[in-house]
């Protein structure tokens, strides 16, 4: 049993995706991801998996939030980093990232923890590693997945065009490395979990997004707009 990844992927995404790839090496992680879905209880459900690049193209991609995997209790995840379904409360992370947004952009803190507004804007909503077992969070870091989704930060980094990334905490900060192209702009900053009581809040990563893409001749993101 196995997964072609690929053949999940929105066709322009696998256009950019696949010369980053080592194809045996995504043919692995599909295996690994059928058994997992097949065997356990696993987040987001199968139909969520790449929702965060169905809702935004490349070619319309300006900023990339990375997170680390999904939220692993049931009813949360849908495919979006830090993001959870409509009606469901927000964690603990996301209720930082909210507190941030009203102090950086004076938006009130929003009642829905759903981002897809933010993704239907341009903002690829990614997490490093793509699928979680239930309870066990970081249950799938390791198995093939951050290859995947560095394969999608190069993709974009080749992209001419200004992508503005924000990494927070120290695990998306690694991924600086793959950032090469000067056009591009990287906004690093501590994890929002309040596990981390500093280097988040303060940070003001919402509208130093907006000033580096008015910079660059693109438009702004309205966070507001959820």
Not at 91 to 101: D, I
Not at 105 to 133: C, E, F, I, K, M
Request: with cysteine; net charge neutral.
């Amino acid at each position: 049993m196995t997964l072609d990844l690929l053949d999940l992927l929105p066709t322009d995404w696998r256009t950019a995706v696949e010369p980053h790839l080592d194809p045996a090496r995504t043919a692995e992680l599909g295996t690994f991801v059928a058994g997992e879905y097949a065997a356990q209880t696993v987040f987001p459900p199968q139909d969520d998996l790449f929702s965060a690049y169905r809702l935004c193209a490349p070619e319309q991609c300006r900023v990339l939030i990375l997170g680390q995997d999904p939220y692993h209790r049931a009813g949360q995840a849908h495919g979006l980093s830090f993001s959870v379904r409509p009606g469901v409360s927000a964690p603990p992370s996301l209720r930082n990232v909210f507190k941030e947004l009203a102090a950086d952009l004076d938006v009130p803190v929003q009642r829905s923890g759903d981002l897809s507004g933010w993704a239907a804007q341009g903002v690829l909503l990614l997490n490093a590693v793509l699928t979680v077992r239930e309870g066990k969070p970081g249950s799938h870091a390791n198995r093939g997945w951050e290859d995947f989704t560095d394969a999608t930060i190069r993709a974009l980094n080749a992209r001419p065009g200004r992508v503005v990334y924000l990494l927070w905490g120290g695990y998306a900060r690694k991924k600086s490395a793959l950032i090469t192209n000067p056009d591009h702009v990287v906004l690093e900053a501590g994890h929002p979990s309040p596990m981390n009581p500093r280097g988040f809040l303060g940070s003001r990563p919402f509208s130093a997004t907006n000033k580096a893409l008015a910079d660059a001749g693109l438009l702004t993101i309205d966070w507001a707009a959820l």
